[in-house]
């Protein structure tokens, strides 16, 4: 029997007939038959929604599918939906109303929404989020979506719809902003590209290879081995069988590496293949490369290892005790990193007794975090070509081309000039795309084998071995006077790191110097310990620590509001973090803090909500919440935290603006090209970014910590700047400017050369000097305050939500949230807003379901279900407001903001569902059972302890 059919589809159109192998997925038929990459692959199982096509009409996940079974269908994929007129109603709505983040999800949302408007000209909230339920998006938070369907459904026909963004307000004419570009809620310059379906990630771009005529063109595919075993002694791994299998070319272990077997973005510990021991079940031992996916597979199947088990060592307070085992022999004990803070009256050894002395209220309490999986609907992927010269060009999503490019030069031993990484469209990173997970081994394959290889984890995979949230445990104590001033905090938190060090170090670092929160504080001690386990490595995940450390801070604050009888904002407000004041470590903060703004913003916030949802459903408990947060802008602590930009005029009558800042969704190539129109005066619209190629762009380091605006946003200034003073000249007069075309760019262009003058410039901004955290906050003698300045500016954010809560199920509800956020100036408010909204929605999911989970010999969550990612049904109306107050030092006053918005949004429900039962939840995600169990504990007594309500000592 032949393990091939006879498919006859018709294709957007067009009739296709072609043999196909039994079994194949008709995602796989459409991207890799027919080179119609538009629809993506997120999971392969049904989970995520990407691959949506429309089949006969109807929304299908075509992974799910099997192209055989489908002759005589109609196939309308994403390529098919645009016309020669331009972009479908629905692709333009979804650039317009800022629902294109990463654009991994959107052609599988557009097709989605494609099928639902055919049905239902107007739809309803409710029919919406009926409509798009099978479809998952980690960036967006779903809230402009909703807005792009109704815009679309409006530019349609329907009568009713809303289309229009309130944040918004009337549309600019923004593809002619030059001066005035920045701070306009233009579209995004990657969106296009993404609503049209074009071959712009890794996986696309690996994909359209692999139909190349010549055999030496096609890459090979590469299928990773990983460890069985939490813990284990490789005796060996044989790879015999493997290698003699059909199609195989080679089988990678760690022997193949000439250089470090080793990476890590902090220090290279993490071996690119383990092959004495493994530390963890991710942990990479082998890569099978063949011809086919298929083969690869089955060659990996057959590599056999030889175990020997081990103990795991899982806890993190037990590793952290003094003469525990060693997970990394050589080490004084098993910590990663400790971080201290000493300020006011904990100089002194007996500081605590003195610092509670004066207390008129003291609360103290034990809080638990999860681990969480980052969740990008682009699993890693890399698509590795070697250049004939020894050298390899790897084209990959990620955070940080350069400093990819230095850990595969080093393990390669290759030299740096031999490595070039190219940024692909980056499907989501969120922190999870700081450090390689198949580009040294890819790169590795394509040198060995003088062939392309690619490597695409599936969702299964990508869990198993990229990095998590840290889990952390937390006990606090605060001291308050009966005015509701906070006199003391003391902090000891004790992290998992995993089994390497991978971002330990700052996670660690910012868990401890924002424990108190964004509050002035007397006194303060924290002591944060990042401890090896034989778990995921934890790493960098939006937030960076201080989200661990604001769901216990704020619970605390809401339960010293409640003991002195304060509403929570005007505790809050007594204690609030201002120009002028000085955090935990001294620092006195700049004009640019405006904490007060977004507490302000969303105490107005929750008064309305509680105004409109005045009672709760029979049967619920209805309860409302507030929380703060703050974290840190740039690296800063003394460490490289520079960034380059060059800005030029092309041949063709184009600015051209290359930045090392990687856009994985949150936009900074908008950003980049706003302030350079801003900056040149010239149309937006005239603008490109090209980001994160190492061949020609300059270095901009990690995108990570809410960098990339302040810091790359400056060097791009400073070019843009430069370039347009050094053409002075023959620069057009500013009331011309807005109506210059190619044409005239190219006009510019000829006379600046016909003048002998550069037609581009290159800026190199150092942001302003910052110290290397010390414990103790007091000044030095001799000393002025910029010696305390850890970091060279701070955002903020508040959080107001309404819950409602099922006593029967445990199941709580978010029923509305309100996030209030510093920004700075916001460059675009559209994408200012869509960064809020998603962080909105990621803090739900941390709050209420998300979580992974590992067995020793297996994972416990091993796709996006299990995971607990929030789904639009999950996600209620969300308000995000804006605060503005311009950063000093910031271009044209902005600052990052991608990451703080999580943070208040857990402690903001566990206060509401504290308000609405009377009970505590003090550990994440605060799930059903955790809900039922807190209820139905005693109030009193053991057993009570974890979830009970702690009241403070009035004394
Ligand atoms: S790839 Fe088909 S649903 Fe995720
Ligand atoms: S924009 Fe939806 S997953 Fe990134």
Redesign the pocket.
Known sequence: MTDKARVSLIVNGERVDREVERGRSLLRFLREELGLVGAKD?CGKGQCG?CTVLVDGRPRRSCLLKAERLSGSRILTIEGLSGPEGMHPIQSAFVREG????????PG?IMATKALLDRVADPSEAEIAAALRDN?????GYAA?KRAVRSAAAELGAASAAASSALRGPAPRPEELGRGAFGASVPRKDAPA?VLGKPIYAMDVADLRARAEAEAERPLFGKMLFSERAHARIRSIDTSKAEAAEGVARVLTARDLPGLNAFGLFVPQQPVFADREALYLGEVLAVALAETLEQAEAARNLIEVDYEDLPILDSAEENLREGSPLLHPGTKDNIVHETHVRKGLYASEDGAAAAFSHAAVVVEGEYETQAVEHA???TESCLALPDGDGGVTVMTGNQGSEDYRSMIARSLALGADKVRVVLTAC??GFGGKEEPTVQIQAALGAVLCRRPVRISLTREESIRTSTKRHPMRIRMRHAASSEGKILAVESRVVADAGAYISQTVPVVFRSAVTAAGPYEVESVRADSYGVYTHRNPSGAFRGFGSTQASFACEAQMDRIARALGLEAAELRRRNALAPGLRTSTGQVLDEGAAYLGTLEAAAEALSRMRAELASSAPGRALGFGLASSYKNVGIGTGLADGAGAIVGIEAEGRILVRVGAADM?QGSDTVAAQIAAEALGLPYRLVDVLACDTRSCPDGGMTTASRQTYVTGNAVKMAAEALRSALSSVFPPEDRLRELDAAGLRGLRDRALAAGLGVSAEGRYLPPRTFAHRTSAALESGESDSALDIHYAYCFASAAVAVEVDPETGIARALRLCLAQDVGKAVNPMSVAGQIE?AAAMGLGYALSENFAAADRGLLTDDLRKLGVPRIGDIPPIEAIIVESPQPGGPYGAKGMGEVGLNPVAPAISNAIFDALGVRLRSLPMTPDKVLAAIRAPREGEGAAKFEEEPGDAR
């Open positions: 997120g990407a629902a294109v983040q990463c654009g991994f999800c959107t949302m998952l998006c980690r960036c967006t979506i993404k990008y609907l682009e499907g989501g969704g998603g």
